[in-house]
């Protein structure tokens, strides 16, 4: 399986949409209430730096071994699914079959021309509004 990465975009069906916590993501002053703009230069610089050094800080110490944990878990879930669930589901079908063709049989012989007959005799109901 040869995928190629992508390393400028990083989430590109956008799984992590609703994470955006850039420092416009997450502060916003109103118009008429504004801070000095040092103290909002100050607050973006140290916002950024903060969140950059610390998310790559974690990311170092954390990153492979949570990404190789849930390599493992998911191999697992589609190992599961590929040799138990689908096989289970396969023999399930084969072994529901034959009942399958005696209901659709019953209900097409008896209760199909009941719903028709129904469905005629309602049919020929007509209601009036009168104000």
Not at 23 to 28: K, L, R, T, W
Not at 51 to 56: C, D, R
Request: charge should be negative; glycine fraction near 4%.
């Amino acid at each position: 399986m040869a995928h190629t990465l992508d390393m400028v975009n990083r989430d590109p069906n956008n799984i992590n949409n609703h994470l955006k916590s850039a420092f416009d993501d997450v502060f916003a002053e109103p118009d008429g209430t504004h801070s000095i703009d040092c103290v909002w230069a100050l607050a973006y610089n140290c916002f950024s730096g903060c969140q950059g050094f610390w998310y790559k800080l974690i990311t170092l110490f954390c990153g492979c071994f949570i990404a190789c944990n849930w390599g493992i878990v998911f191999a697992f879930e589609v190992f599961r699914q590929v040799w138990y669930d689908t096989p289970c589901l396969r023999l399930c079908a084969i072994q529901c079959s034959p009942s399958q063709k005696c209901w659709t049989i019953f209900l097409q012989c008896c209760l199909a021309p009941l719903c028709d007959a129904c469905g005629m005799y309602w049919n020929n109901i007509k209601i009036n509004h009168i104000k």
